[in-house]
């Protein structure tokens, strides 16, 4: 595509600047969490059909999924929107921005489609905070005929390339038997004290394991009364891993802590994957090497090594996208710091002036980087 092609995709990004942010404010405002999304991806999909692109919602039977196309042209592009928010933490990882991020360079490419020799491709998909939305989506046949998927993810400091870390997500559960912890402690079974044994298994353990593996979790659900053994436990474990393979490794060592708690306690425990495992991300270098050259146009300057930008090793299931299509995931600077990821006060920062400049500058990369791959393919 001509300069000609990339001036107007900036002027149309620009020219579209109040809508775009007032999408990220919506979102911002009402935030919903995963598989819970109804407002949210309807009106990232209005959004779109203002433009012309023809959507379906309720994509291949996920409700709060969609799917929005534009052109006919021989390169096939997918850009993703996340619109999940963190349960009581609201948009603290910035899929407001990533919505209206795609949806501004959807918009852009909209009229340059067909001379670009582009078909657009716009996923909307939910639950990427823990349920696997695109392992859903990827599952039920989306994604699979890409030329190229694209999407940006806010963070502190902008950073080129995702390396996040391969990740399963699981329900553990102990089931016991309540007895009064004064009179009949002999009665009991403690679900809650397999809960502490495991974890302390698991701090033990962490000693023996890679540094590129990550084991963390919560108890939500530590019983109900001081004076009542508690017969019943939960709670939501992550184990993260360089790769698909690593992490098979390390739960193997993990769910042994948990049936440690079981066998000492007598407690019935049961793990339950609460989505299919994240991949690692596998980034096509010639689209990102296009991605930096154009967001370096734009004025975005690319941290080279602060801890600010570890951002990119954050899990996502983009990266099972990624092992199916060529794909790239960069993360945008919104000049939160100190302030990071999963933070109130990082929510805080998606609204606001660092966050508008981010979204309108992301939208034009996007979309400039769109174009060139179109000419290249």
Known sequence: MSLDGKDTAARTVAADAERLIGLSEQLHANPETAWEEHDSSRWVAEALAEVGYDVTPSYLGLETAFHATIGSGPFRLGLCAEYDALPGLGHACGHNLISAITVGAARALAPLADAAGLTIEVYGTPAEEGGGGKIELL??????????????????????????????????????????????????VN??????????????????????VRVHGV?????????????????????????????AETEDRVWKCFQAGALATGAALEITPESKPYAEFRTYQ????????NATDLGRVFDQGTPARRMNRASTDM????QVVNA??????????????????????????????ALLDTATALAWTALDMAVAR
């Open 139 to 188: 599952e039920r046949g989306a994604f699979r005929d890409l030329d190229l998927a694209m999407m940006a993810h806010p963070a502190p400091v902008d950073v080129a390339e995702a390396e996040p870390f391969a990740v399963s997500h699981s329900h553990v559960e102990y089931r016991g038997k309540a007895s009064h912890a004064a009179a009949y402690p002999e009665q009991g």
């Open 286 to 293: 010639p689209a990102l090497d296009a991605y930096v050259r």
């Open 219 to 247: 108890m939500t659900n530590g019983g109900e009364a001081p004076n009542a053994i508690p017969a019943h436990t939960e709670g939501r474990w992550y184990v993260r891993a360089e790769s698909l393979a690593q992490l």
């Open 191 to 212: 679900a809650a004290d397999a809960f502490t044994i495991a974890q302390v298994a698991i701090g033990m353990l962490r000693q023996q394991l890679p540094p590129s």
């Open 328 to 357: 790239i995931h960069p993360y945008v600077g919104i000049g939160s710091l100190p302030a990071l990821n999963h933070q109130p006060e990082f929510a805080a920062h998606c609204v606001g002036g660092d966050a508008e400049k």
């Open 319 to 322: 990266g099972n996208v990624s």
